[in-house]
C-alpha cells in the first residue's frame, strides 16, 4: 500500500463517529470512551506488534535493521467537547507513515509509533503524564496521589483500573532509552499559520514560561473625603503595569507574550481607594535570556511605578518552566519535507506544552511540524483544519520520516 493520506481523513472522521457526539470529541482519558479509541487504532494497525507500557502509553513496533529507533507520536485523548483532531491527527498520520513502511519490508531503522497517554489532564488537572513518565521527569508522583476527578474518585484509582500502578509507572522510562529521533505532528492550535496562508510549519521548541503573583499595597482610604493627590491606590500600579507589559513583549520581540490575566483588589467595595491588589502575571519566550530580560524589564518599571503611587510592590514566582529547543538538524529536515510538498514553510515557536517537548527534555532529538488550524480554535468543537491540508500534513509527516531513516540508517 503507497501512502494514502486521504484515508487519514477518513479514518479521523471515523474516530471523530466513534467516540464523539453533538458536543465534539469525548476521549478523556482513563475513560471507556478512550479504551474504545486505543482498541479502535489497534484494529487499524492490525499484525504490527503493540504493546502497552506502564503508563498506558500504546506502541507500535518495527523492528528494523539497526536497533536504532526512530519514534512518532501524539495522544488519542481529547477534553471533553473537544476537537476531532488534536492529538489524533499524529496518531493516525502516524499510523498511516507506518503502515507505508512497514509494506515496504524491513526499515533500516526500528520505526515506532507512540500513542501517549492523557497528554490533556482533562480529568484530573495534571498534563502530559504518559510521557513525562517516559521522559523521567514525573517526579510529583505524591501530589498525583492526592488528585481527584469531579465525582471524587482518585488519580490512583482510575488509573488502577486501566492496569496503571502510579509506582510503576515510571518503569516506562526505558521506551525512550534507544530513541535516536522523535517526530510529533500537530494541529497549530492558534492563527499564525493560517495568518500566512500557509498549510504547514516547523516548530523550534516550546516557549519558556515565568509565573508571578506580585503585590502592590496602598492604604485604603474614603472614596470621598480623600483628594487625589493624597491617595495611595494599590490598583494604579497593577493598572500601569498590566499597559506596560505589552510595550515590554514589544521591545523583546520574537513571539514573546505577556499577560496579565488576573487583578485581585481588597477591600475591593465602591467607596474605598484600594489597599491590595494581587496581579497574576505570565511571560513566555522561545530564549532563556530574553524571557530573564523581559522579566527584569518588568521589575525594573512595577519598581517606577511603585514609586509613582507612593505604593509597595512585591514579587513571587508561582511557576516557571525553561523553553525546550526542538533540534537543529530535525527542524532542517523538517523544512525540507513542508517545502517538498507545500512550496512554503515558515517556523514558529510552540505556546502550548507537548508530548514533544516532554521527550526533548529527556534527551531525544525532537522535531514537531504544525498543520494551520481555522481561526486558531482548539479544545472545541469547532477545532477544524481543511481536509486538503490534513493530506498536506501526511504526506510531510511521511517525507520527514523517510529523511529522518535516512539520517540514521
Ligand atoms: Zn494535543
Same mark, same amino acid.
Given at each position: 500500500?503507497?501512502?494514502?493520506?486521504?484515508?487519514?481523513?477518513?479514518?479521523?472522521?471515523?474516530? +471523530?463517529?466513534?467516540?464523539?457526539?453533538?458536543?465534539? $470529541?469525548?476521549?478523556?482519558?482513563?475513560?471507556?470512551?478512550?479504551?474504545?479509541?486505543?482498541?479502535?487504532?489497534?484494529?487499524?494497525?492490525?499484525?504490527?506488534?503493540?504493546?502497552?507500557?506502564?503508563?498506558?502509553?500504546?506502541?507500535?513496533?518495527?523492528?528494523?535493521?539497526?536497533?536504532? =529507533?526512530?519514534?512518532?507520536?501524539?495522544?488519542?485523548?481529547?477534553? #471533553?467537547?473537544?476537537?476531532?483532531?488534536?492529538?489524533?491527527?499524529?496518531?493516525?498520520?502516524?499510523?498511516?507513515?507506518?503502515?507505508?513502511?512497514?509494506?515496504?519490508?524491513?526499515?533500516?531503522? /526500528?520505526?515506532?509509533?507512540?500513542?501517549?497517554?492523557?497528554? =490533556?489532564?482533562?480529568?484530573?488537572?495534571?498534563?502530559?503524564?504518559?510521557?513525562?513518565?517516559?521522559?523521567?521527569?514525573?517526579?510529583? +508522583?505524591?501530589?498525583?496521589?492526592?488528585?481527584?476527578?469531579?465525582?471524587?474518585?482518585?488519580?490512583?484509582?482510575?488509573?488502577?483500573?486501566?492496569?496503571?500502578?502510579?509506582?510503576?509507572?515510571?518503569?516506562?522510562?526505558?521506551?525512550?532509552?534507544?530513541?535516536?529521533?522523535?517526530?510529533?505532528?500537530?494541529?497549530?492550535?492558534? #492563527?499564525?499559520? =493560517?495568518?500566512?496562508?500557509?498549510?504547514?510549519?516547523?516548530?523550534?521548541?516550546?516557549?519558556?514560561?515565568?509565573? @508571578?503573583?506580585?503585590?502592590?499595597?496602598?492604604?485604603?482610604? @474614603?472614596?470621598?473625603?480623600?483628594?487625589?493627590?493624597?491617595?495611595?491606590?494599590?490598583?494604579?500600579?497593577?493598572?500601569?503595569?498590566?499597559?506596560?507589559?505589552?510595550?515590554?513583549?514589544?521591545?523583546?520581540?520574537?513571539?514573546?507574550?505577556?499577560? %496579565?490575566?488576573?487583578?485581585?483588589?481588597? #477591600?475591593?467595595?465602591?467607596?474605598?481607594?484600594? &489597599? /491590595? $491588589? &494581587?496581579?497574576?502575571?505570565?511571560?513566555?519566550?522561545?530564549?532563556?535570556?530574553?524571557?530573564?530580560?523581559?522579566?527584569?524589564?518588568?521589575?525594573?518599571?512595577?519598581?517606577?511605578?511603585?514609586?509613582?503611587?507612593?505604593?509597595?510592590?512585591?514579587? &513571587?514566582?508561582?511557576?516557571?518552566?525553561?523553553?525546550?529547543?526542538?533540534?537543529?538538524?530535525?527542524?532542517?529536515?523538517?523544512?525540507?519535507?513542508?517545502?517538498?510538498?507545500?512550496? /512554503? %514553510?515558515?517556523?514558529?515557536? %510552540?505556546?502550548?506544552?507537548?508530548?514533544?517537548?516532554?521527550?526533548?527534555?529527556?534527551?531525544?532529538?525532537?522535531?514537531?511540524?504544525?498543520?494551520?488550524?481555522?481561526?486558531?480554535?482548539? @479544545? /472545541?468543537?469547532?477545532?477544524?483544519?481543511?481536509?486538503?491540508?490534513?493530506?498536506?500534513?501526511?504526506?510531510?509527516?511521511?517525507?520527514?520520516?523517510?529523511?529522518?531513516? $535516512?539520517?540514521?540508517?
Amino acid at each position: 500500500m503507497p501512502l494514502d493520506p486521504k484515508r487519514t481523513v477518513a479514518e479521523l472522521r471515523e474516530l +471523530q463517529k466513534l467516540t464523539g457526539d453533538e458536543n465534539g $470529541a469525548q476521549r478523556v482519558a482513563w475513560t471507556d470512551t478512550w479504551v474504545q479509541a486505543q482498541d479502535w487504532m489497534a484494529s487499524k494497525l492490525e499484525g504490527i506488534e503493540m504493546e502497552f507500557d506502564e503508563a498506558r502509553n500504546q506502541w507500535w513496533t518495527l523492528r528494523g535493521a539497526s536497533d536504532k =529507533e526512530l519514534l512518532i507520536g501524539g495522544h488519542l485523548d481529547s477534553v #471533553p467537547n473537544g476537537g476531532w483532531l488534536d492529538g489524533a491527527l499524529n496518531v493516525v498520520a502516524g499510523a498511516e507513515v507506518l503502515r507505508r513502511i512497514a509494506e515496504e519490508g524491513e526499515p533500516p531503522v /526500528t520505526v515506532r509509533l507512540v500513542s501517549w497517554a492523557d497528554e =490533556e489532564g482533562a480529568r484530573f488537572g495534571r498534563s502530559l503524564f504518559g510521557s513525562s513518565a517516559a521522559a523521567g521527569s514525573m517526579a510529583d +508522583q505524591n501530589e498525583l496521589r492526592q488528585l481527584t476527578d469531579q465525582d471524587g474518585i482518585s488519580l490512583p484509582d482510575a488509573i488502577g483500573a486501566h492496569g496503571v500502578d502510579l509506582d510503576q509507572a515510571t518503569e516506562a522510562r526505558r521506551q525512550l532509552e534507544t530513541a535516536a529521533a522523535y517526530l510529533e505532528l500537530h494541529i497549530e492550535q492558534g #492563527p499564525v499559520l =493560517e495568518g500566512m496562508g500557509l498549510p504547514l510549519g516547523v516548530v523550534l521548541g516550546t516557549f519558556g514560561v515565568e509565573r @508571578h503573583r506580585i503585590t502592590w499595597r496602598g492604604q485604603a482610604a @474614603h472614596a470621598g473625603s480623600t483628594p487625589m493627590d493624597k491617595r495611595r491606590d494599590a490598583l494604579a500600579g497593577a493598572a500601569k503595569l498590566a499597559l506596560e507589559i505589552r510595550d515590554i513583549a514589544k521591545h523583546t520581540g520574537e513571539g514573546a507574550v505577556c499577560t %496579565s490575566g488576573s487583578v485581585t483588589t481588597k #477591600p475591593g467595595i465602591v467607596t474605598s481607594v484600594v &489597599e /491590595t $491588589a &494581587e496581579q497574576l502575571l505570565d511571560q513566555r519566550h522561545l530564549d532563556a535570556d530574553k524571557l530573564a530580560q523581559m522579566l527584569d524589564d518588568t521589575k525594573v518599571a512595577s519598581r517606577r511605578f511603585a514609586d509613582e503611587e507612593h505604593i509597595e510592590v512585591e514579587w &513571587e514566582r508561582i511557576w516557571q518552566i525553561e523553553p525546550i529547543l526542538f533540534d537543529a538538524e530535525l527542524i532542517e529536515l523538517a523544512d525540507e519535507a513542508i517545502k517538498e510538498v507545500a512550496g /512554503t %514553510s515558515h517556523r514558529l515557536p %510552540s505556546g502550548p506544552l507537548h508530548d514533544a517537548a516532554e521527550v526533548a527534555r529527556a534527551g531525544a532529538p525532537t522535531v514537531m511540524l504544525f498543520v494551520q488550524s481555522l481561526r486558531g480554535l482548539s @479544545h /472545541t468543537k469547532l477545532e477544524d483544519t481543511k481536509e486538503e491540508h490534513i493530506e498536506l500534513s501526511v504526506r510531510a509527516l511521511n517525507g520527514l520520516a523517510d529523511r529522518a531513516i $535516512a539520517r540514521l540508517a
